[in-house]
């Protein structure tokens, strides 16, 4: 059974830092494409960014520089490290993954994934 579960978000100052967690079932993380996405109140979800099985990362030009993913094949978990932080992050973020070792080419549209977590809070205040 799919199952994937974020954890690590919070408040946080302007220029500060988190990282975020996905724990994922052993059948949704092998080689799988896996992404983060967000959702601010009022807006569309967006892709954040994306890994493949092999890797290679994609990023939204919004975060590059300063968001890097990341993932653990021994834990079975994803990573999201964020890196100066803004207001203009504060969202719902979402695990995603897709059980192909490569990413869509639209891989920052919701519908390029089946499978979602529940979301974890990120607030930045300045």
């Known amino acids: 059974q799919v199952h994937l579960v974020e954890s690590g978000g919070g408040s946080v100052r302007s220029g500060g830092s988190l990282r975020l967690s996905c724990a994922a079932s052993e059948y949704t993380y092998s080689s799988s494409c896996m992404a983060w996405f967000r959702q601010a109140p009022g807006k569309e979800r967006e892709g954040v960014a994306a890994v493949n099985g092999a890797g290679v990362t994609s990023y939204a030009d919004s975060v590059k520089g300063r968001f890097t993913i990341s993932r653990d094949y021994a834990r079975n978990t994803l990573y999201l490290q964020m890196n100066s932080l803004k207001p203009e992050d504060t969202a719902m973020y979402y695990c995603?993954?897709?059980?192909?070792?490569?990413?869509?080419?639209?891989?920052?549209?919701?519908?390029?994934?089946?499978?979602w977590g529940q979301g974890t809070q990120v607030t930045v205040f300045s």
């Open positions: 995603a993954a897709e059980p192909y070792n490569y990413c869509s080419a639209s891989w920052w549209e919701p519908a390029a994934f089946g499978y």
